[in-house]
């Protein structure tokens, strides 16, 4: 059973599109995150959510918008896709709010808008 | 503001020699301080971490990183090398209820 997992893992589409990622974890972790890793492998958060509650939102364009049904899941969905949004994006989850706690991550969903 | 530099892009090691990943990090308290591992197509995986203590601390797959406070540095070693060990390391560091800051990662190459 594997402890993050997203979906999809792979996503090609084209600019202007609307896309999600799905993102669920098994470990009964109240803290979910997304980050986004860029070309040069730089990974920098998105959005921390726990227990379903929005807790950190980083300066990430609006057409980014998040979604945590219950404290398992947490996707992303993205409005209008442009070219700079080609990226890995990265769930992750964590047992505790603070920094103390240790990321599980996914294995990542690589975005290529055309 | 917090921040990490992975001075090493990338480094190539002999398999079966010594490694040693550097990582020096900006913040004005003690930090807490990680090594995260990113082997290809996979995500980060927690190797070590360092909170408070002993300032040698022991990860997993036989890594260690020391803390030392005098050089704002968390360098990650290890005795010996095997091919498997060929990944992305990233070394990060946080503080109370921060947010991680990452650096932007060591490709480690590991030849025959």
């Known amino acids: 059973d594997t402890a993050v997992s997203q979906t999809p893992k792979y996503l090609v589409t084209q600019m202007g599109n609307d896309k999600s990622i799905k993102c669920e974890q098994n470990l009964g972790h109240d803290t979910m995150y997304w980050y986004k890793q860029d070309s040069k492998k730089f990974l920098k958060i998105m959005f921390s959510?726990?227990?379903?509650?929005?807790?950190i939102n980083e300066t990430v364009p609006n057409r980014f918008s998040p979604k945590s049904p219950d404290k398992a899941h947490l996707n992303l969905h993205i409005n209008s896709l442009e070219l700079g949004d080609s990226a890995v994006y990265f769930c992750a989850s964590s047992h505790r709010t603070s920094v103390t706690g240790e990321l599980f991550f996914g294995e990542g969903s690589r975005l290529t808008v055309l | 503001a917090q921040s990490v530099t992975q001075p090493d892009i990338h480094i190539t090691v002999s398999e079966g020699a010594s490694l040693e990943l550097r990582c020096n990090y900006s913040y004005g308290a003690t930090p807490y301080l990680f090594w995260y591992v990113q082997s290809p197509g996979q995500g980060l995986q927690l190797l070590l971490k360092?909170?408070?203590?002993?300032?040698l601390v022991q990860g997993i797959k036989g890594f260690e990183a020391e803390f030392k406070r005098s050089q704002s540095s968390f360098n990650l070693r290890k005795p010996s090398v095997h091919w498997s060990d060929a990944a992305e390391y990233f070394c990060a560091v946080g503080s109370g209820y921060s947010t991680l800051t990452f650096g932007k990662g060591t490709m480690l190459l590991v030849s025959p």
């Open positions: 360092y909170f408070s203590g002993d300032t």
């Open positions: 959510y726990n227990n379903k509650e929005l807790i």
